[in-house]
């Protein structure tokens, strides 16, 4: 089975379009097309309204003996929607709009009669300037005047509008000043603390030079104390109190070096106390009994 839908269909050779038979319908026949309402109506029959923008399956025509400028006007045929009544409303080229012909009224629309006022009234007044020449010049006048009222009226919201800029640029730049002034005061204040943190900083840290102790091995650095060691001397960075006390030396040193001066003077103080005894002639028993 071949496909339905294709560019190119197969045409045998004794194919002859003249031996196809021509379909003859009316002259003006009617189709049926699926729009929706123009405008809103409402049927003269029942007196349903009919909304704009409702769809229906409609009949369409061409309007026999009636055009716009060479333009077709067409005819269509609806059915309402509560008794099924017949209405007709045909295209309106002149207007671009629609025009209701049998069947419905269109609803009342304030928009279209200002426009058919405007019209009417134009028209008038052009018939009047053609009759009477000192009407059409006092309507000149009387234009002139609405003009230079309105260019007037446009110069003075230019000028306000021009004045409300300047204000605005004012009220800017005083309010930039003011920003700039005030970041000034708080960089000022900044440095102030920053300059007060350094003085607190020099009187709580100071530096000492002490004379390297000889049989000490090399120091580490402390969470109260750097050492910086030399061939001669080391400086020490001493931590003060607020009260400005001075600290001991032996608290300042690392708690390793503190941990073999400890050993070292106990071990010394062990042999001073048994010379001690032995001279006096004292002996310790194993039992802990002291024999004199």
Known sequence: MSERKVLNKYFPPDFD?????????????????????????????????????KKFNARKETVEGEDYYGIKIFRFYIKCTLCSAEITFKTDPKNTDYAAEHGASRNFEPWREEKVVEEEDRLARLEEEENNPMKAL???????????????????????????DRAGQTIDLAARATVEEVETEEDRQRRLE??????????????????????????SASSEASVATSSTSRTVTVKRKADDVEPDI?????????TAIDAKSTTTGKKA???????????VAKKGKVAV
């Open 138 to 164: 006092e309507n000149r006048t009387i234009d002139a005047k609405r003009e230079m009222d309105i260019l007037d009226a446009l110069q003075d919201i230019k000028a306000r509008n021009a004045r409300n």
């Open 194 to 219: 920053e300059e007060e943190d350094n003085e607190i900083v020099r009187q709580v840290f100071t530096k000492m030079s002490m004379p390297a102790p000889p049989g000490l091995p090399s120091t």
């Open 273 to 283: 106390k048994l010379d001690l005894k032995n001279k006096l002639g004292i002996k």
């Open 17 to 53: 379009p003249s031996l196809i038979p021509r379909r003859k319908g009316p002259k003006n026949s009617q189709q049926v097309v699926r729009l929706m309402a123009p405008f809103s109506m409402r049927c003269n029959t029942c007196g349903e309204y009919i909304y704009k923008g």
């Open 250 to 258: 032996f608290s300042l040193l690392p708690q390793s070096n503190r």
